[in-house]
T-cell receptor
Framework: GESVGLHLPTLSVQEGDNSIINCAYS??????FIWYKQESGKGPQFIID?????DKRQGQRVTVLLNKTVKHLSLQIAATQPGDSAVYFC????????FGKGTKLSVIP | GAVVSQHPSWVICKSGTSVKIECRSL??????MFWYRQFPKQSLMLMAT?????????EQGVEKDKFLINHASLTLSTLTVTSAHPEDSSFYIC????????????????FGPGTRLTVL
């Protein structure tokens, strides 16, 4: 069941601003990284991925940055919209995925 | 493309009963499916890896006799929670890996919409 006092980090941004969500990982052998978006009561939705031979990848309104030196991954969302409000998880692995703790993004209209 | 469905989307059962959750890849074949559990405000935790035609591989701490997994075809895996108790109440999510030549990326897990289990 739910642990008392456990909460997700929350990022609140104004509609139209850019959002940056960060993720740290510990396994230096990881070679595949993914960002997922999860809306309340739904399964994770693939946003963008990146392999360890790259440090940046862009999609539609989203950019993922990978810094292998410090084992850090970030997701940038341009011109954030109310529909972007959700919990965002980073995940890494090749066959099996390990999920990060998640960040709740709240967009203020 | 690459759609994964789960059934039921939610279920409420009495303590001690068993509940079966189905995970289907609708438009692609999946040799491998994964089962996750997610408690409120927490991340997804991998429970087991299910390979078609073979026994599932369970993560440490997950009771294989309690969480029975069957992957009888390339499009269907089932998770049965046996003798469910209130502490098994959770959001259960499956994902499927595409198979080579079967219409989905082989390096990407496609997730189902999840099943909310409430045990009274």
């Amino acid at each position: 069941g739910e642990s008392v006092g456990l909460h997700l980090p929350t990022l609140s941004v104004q509609e139209g601003d850019n959002s940056i969500i960060n993720c740290a990982y510990s396994n230096s052998a990881s070679d595949y990284f993914i960002w997922y978006k999860q809306e309340s009561g739904k399964g994770p939705q693939f946003i963008i991925d990146i392999r360890s031979n790259m440090d940046k990848r862009q999609g539609q309104r989203v950019t993922v940055l990978l810094n292998k030196t410090v084992k850090h991954l970030s997701l940038q969302i341009a011109a954030t919209q109310p529909g972007d409000s959700a919990v965002y998880f980073c995940a890494h692995g090749s066959y099996q995925l390990t999920f990060g703790k998640g960040t709740k993004l709240s967009v203020i209209p | 493309g690459a759609v994964v469905s789960q059934h039921p989307s939610w279920v409420i059962c009495k303590s001690g009963t068993s509940v079966k959750i189905e995970c289907r890849s609708l438009d692609f074949q999946a040799t491998t499916m994964f089962w996750y559990r997610q408690f409120p405000k927490q991340s997804l935790m991998l429970m087991a890896t299910s390979n078609e035609g073979s026994k599932a591989t369970y993560e440490q701490g997950v009771e294989k006799d309690k969480f029975l997994i069957n992957h009888a075809s390339l499009t269907l895996s089932t998770l049965t929670v046996t003798s469910a108790h209130p502490e098994d109440s959770s959001f259960y999510i499956c994902s499927a890996l595409g198979q080579v030549g079967a219409g989905a990326r082989t390096d990407t897990q496609y997730f189902g919409p999840g099943t909310r289990l409430t045990v009274l």
